[in-house]
């Protein structure tokens, strides 16, 4: 029986890469059912992603190692019927949350949801239905941070996480775990461009008469909001706009940006590029 498989690769850019590629995937009697690239003149890099359909993915993981050798290939394959495992970390802030299992509900998200961390009880979250996914209370003080960190660790180890979401979890991470988590762990940024730092951000654009709010989804690295960048979304506000609405908007593009951050990562969409990313939609 035929089986739907996504192929995502990156490597140095030079001439025969596609045809290599598509020429295994031929022989091996796979259907391409769509297929990206990009070349980087930058880097001097090569992105490919390409879903197809094939008899024996065995077979054809065993040919393409081969091939990958040969191309110095940075590559994943993996079923499309497999639902990546990801864990979702929050703070008190649950819209994001409450936005991602609802997306994942309806089937518009296709992701296995391991559990859920946050540094709060349970009834610190509005949410009432997590849907089945598993809650874990880690709380966290300057003390036992090194504790809680090495407990979320575990975790991620122990239920097979791929992708780590903070979901306004509002702890910054150990350079420790950040490093482990390198292209693995999306962060939501209430901010187009980090212009307004600390607490109550909405607050102070109102106060700076800002014309245009966003949020920025962006890898998780030691350099606090300032990793590689997924997805980014705006929207313009006029005067009358007060701080109160401001936050509502904001919420809304927060929740809005992340949720197509975790969808392009959970459909092996995005690729890293040196302190950029690349994103097929």
């Not at 030691?222 to 313009?236: A, K, S």
């Given at each position: 029986?035929?089986?739907?498989?996504?192929?995502?690769?990156?490597?140095?850019?030079?001439?025969?890469?596609?045809?290599?590629?598509?020429?295994?995937?031929?022989?091996?009697?796979?259907?391409?059912?769509?297929?990206?690239?990009?070349?980087?003149?930058?880097?001097?890099?090569?992105?490919?992603?390409?879903?197809?359909?094939?008899?024996?993915?065995?077979?054809?993981?065993?040919?393409?190692?081969?091939?990958?050798?040969?191309?110095?290939?940075?590559?994943?394959?993996?079923?499309?019927?497999?639902?990546?495992?990801?864990?979702?970390?929050?703070?008190?802030?649950?819209?994001?949350?409450?936005?991602?299992?609802?997306?994942?509900?309806?089937?518009?998200?296709?992701?296995?949801?391991?559990?859920?961390?946050?540094?709060?009880?349970?009834?610190?979250?509005?949410?009432?239905?997590?849907?089945?996914?598993?809650?874990?209370?880690?709380?966290?003080?300057?003390?036992?941070?090194?504790?809680?960190?090495?407990?979320?660790?575990?975790?991620?180890?122990?239920?097979?996480?791929?992708?780590?979401?903070?979901?306004?979890?509002?702890?910054?991470?150990?350079?420790?775990?950040?490093?482990?988590?390198?292209?693995?762990?999306?962060?939501?940024?209430?901010?187009?461009?980090?212009?307004f730092k600390g607490a109550r951000p909405y607050h102070q654009a109102h106060r700076r008469g800002v014309k245009m709010i966003g949020a920025t989804a962006h890898f998780v690295t030691?350099?606090?909001?300032?990793?590689?960048?997924?997805?980014?979304?705006?929207?313009?506000i006029t005067h009358a706009d007060t701080a109160a609405r401001l936050v509502a908007k904001g919420r809304s593009i927060e929740q809005r940006v992340l949720s197509r951050a975790v969808k392009a990562l959970i459909e092996d969409r995005v690729f890293l590029n040196g302190a950029r990313t690349v994103v097929f939609d």
């Open positions: 029986m035929s089986s739907s498989q996504i192929l995502a690769l990156s490597c140095p850019d030079r001439p025969g890469i596609v045809a290599a590629v598509t020429g295994l995937l031929q022989s091996a009697g796979g259907n391409i059912t769509e297929a990206q690239q990009y070349n980087d003149p930058q880097s001097d890099m090569f992105f490919m992603r390409v879903a197809f359909d094939i008899d024996d993915p065995l077979a054809f993981r065993g040919a393409f190692d081969t091939l990958s050798k040969s191309f110095n290939m940075d590559w994943r394959l993996r079923d499309a019927s497999r639902a990546k495992r990801v864990l979702i970390l929050v703070s008190k802030f649950d819209h994001c949350l409450v936005d991602l299992l609802y997306r994942t509900r309806l089937g518009e998200l296709d992701m296995d949801i391991v559990g859920i961390v946050s540094n709060h009880p349970r009834d610190a979250l509005r949410i009432s239905n997590l849907h089945g996914a598993p809650f874990y209370h880690l709380p966290i003080t300057k003390s036992t941070k090194a504790d809680q960190e090495a407990r979320i660790d575990a975790l991620i180890e122990e239920t097979d996480t791929e992708i780590v979401v903070l979901a306004r979890y509002m702890q910054i991470l150990s350079d420790d775990l950040t490093h482990r988590l390198i292209g693995r762990c999306v962060n939501i940024h209430h901010s187009f461009l980090p212009g030691p350099d606090l909001d300032e990793g590689p960048i997924i997805v980014q979304g705006v929207e313009p």
